[in-house]
T-cell receptor
Framework: QKEVEQNSGPLSVPEGAIASLNCTYSDRGSQSFFWYRQYSGKSPELIMS????GDKEDGRFTAQLNKASQYVSLLIRDSQPSDSATYLCAVTTGYSTLTFGKGTMLLVSP | DTAVSQTPKYLVTQMGNDKSIKCEQN?????MYWYKQDSKKFLKIMFSYNNKELIINETVPNRFSPKSPDKAHLNLHINSLELGDSAVYFC??????????FGPGTRLTVT
C-alpha cells in the first residue's frame, strides 16, 4: 500500500510567523511531489510542485524535498489569516496516479 | 473563464436512484480524472482517462461508470446509489499527467 502521511493538526501559528507543514511518503519510486491548499467547502488548489531534491521558492511558499528520507515539507513565511486552510501533500505513485495525504489543517490567528 | 467545471454542484437523491455528474475542461488538457473525497476529507482517485481512453480504474464498485465522449469531457454515471456514496466528487485534468487542476466539486447526498 503506497501511503502519504501528514499530521492532521490543527497547526496553529500567529500571524506573521512561519508555518511548517510536513509529509512523508512510502513509495521510493515517486518522482513528483505537490502541495495543494483546500479551503473549507472548496476544491484543492495546486500551490507548489517539486521534482528534485532541495528547495523551491515561490513567493511566501518554499517546498523542500529529501528523496533519501522520503520527506516533503512546505514552509509558509509571514503567515496570514487567509492562509488558514487544509494543506494536502500529494505524490505520484504510479502511471499518472496521485496519492494524497489526509491533509494538515493550518490555523493562522490575527 | 472556468478552467474545469462540473455540474451539478449539489445533488440530493434517494437510495437506489441513478445519477450522472458532468465535467468539462477548457484547458486543452488530454487527461481527466475523477476523485472522491469522503466525510473525513480523504481524497482518493477513482478513474483517469487519457484522450478518451481509460488508463486508471481503481477499486471502485462497478455501479460507477465513467464516460469520456471527447478529451474535454468526462462524465460519471452512478447506478443504484447507496448511502455510502455520499461524498464530494471532484473532476480534475492535466496536460502532462502530473500537475492536476481540480473542478469545484459535486456534493452528492444520498438519503
Amino acid at each position: 500500500q503506497k501511503e502519504v502521511e501528514q499530521n492532521s493538526g490543527p497547526l496553529s501559528v500567529p500571524e506573521g510567523a512561519i508555518a511548517s507543514l510536513n509529509c512523508t511518503y512510502s513509495d521510493r519510486g515517486s518522482q513528483s511531489f505537490f502541495w495543494y491548499r483546500q479551503y473549507s467547502g472548496k476544491s484543492p488548489e495546486l500551490i507548489m510542485s517539486i521534482y528534485s531534491n532541495g528547495d523551491k521558492e515561490d513567493g511566501r511558499f518554499t517546498a523542500q524535498l529529501n528523496k533519501a528520507s522520503q520527506y516533503v515539507s512546505l514552509l509558509i513565511r509571514d503567515s496570514q489569516p487567509s492562509d488558514s486552510a487544509t494543506y494536502l501533500c500529494a505524490v505520484t505513485t504510479g502511471y499518472s496516479t496521485l496519492t494524497f495525504g489526509k491533509g494538515t489543517m493550518l490555523l493562522v490567528s490575527p | 473563464d472556468t478552467a474545469v467545471s462540473q455540474t451539478p454542484k449539489y445533488l440530493v437523491t434517494q437510495m437506489g436512484n441513478d445519477k450522472s455528474i458532468k465535467c468539462e475542461q477548457n484547458l486543452g488538457h488530454d487527461t481527466m480524472y475523477w476523485y472522491k473525497q469522503d466525510s473525513k476529507k480523504f481524497l482518493k482517485i477513482m478513474f483517469s482517462y487519457n484522450n478518451k481512453e481509460l488508463i486508471i480504474n481503481e477499486t471502485v464498485p462497478n455501479r460507477f461508470s465513467p464516460k469520456s465522449p471527447d478529451k474535454a469531457h468526462l462524465n460519471l454515471h452512478i447506478n443504484s446509489l447507496e448511502l455510502g456514496d455520499s461524498a464530494v466528487y471532484f473532476c480534475a485534468s492535466s496536460s502532462d499527467r502530473i500537475e492536476q487542476y481540480f473542478g469545484p466539486g459535486t456534493r452528492l447526498t444520498v438519503t
